[in-house]
């Protein structure tokens, strides 16, 4: 069993950066998946970012040349960096994981709140 926490949300002006945290506790997960998903009241789900166990980062349209995702395994830790933010990157952020094998995500976080505002 895998336990996600996100943290780092807040409220941050048009143009500026935040850094978002997912730490993984119950075992390691340096072979998994972790991706970013953030979801806006009255909107679906939709997919920020992801990262391989071996590094490879995938983007989604939205967020690509802005947002820089990135793991260290020995905190258990991934990281998404956001910069020029915009007003409609406001949703709540979570972090989930899957194993390298499996298509579904299996393991998700509470989430943390992003809001971009002037």
């Known amino acids: 069993q895998v336990q996600l926490a996100e943290s780092g949300g807040g409220l941050v002006q048009p143009g500026g950066s935040l850094r978002l945290s997912c730490v993984a506790s119950g075992r390691t997960f340096d072979s998994y998946v972790v991706g970013w998903f953030r979801q806006a009241p009255g909107t679906e789900r939709s997919f920020v970012a992801a990262i391989s166990w071996s590094g490879g980062e995938y983007y989604g349209d939205s967020v690509k040349g802005r947002f820089t995702i990135a793991r260290d395994n020995a905190k258990n830790t991934v990281y998404l960096q956001m910069n020029s933010l915009k007003s409609e990157d406001t949703a709540v952020y979570l972090c989930?994981?899957?194993?390298?094998?499996?298509?579904?995500?299996?393991?998700w976080g509470q989430g943390t709140q992003v809001t971009v505002s002037s």
């Open positions: 989930a994981g899957r194993p390298a094998e499996r298509t579904g995500y299996e393991y």
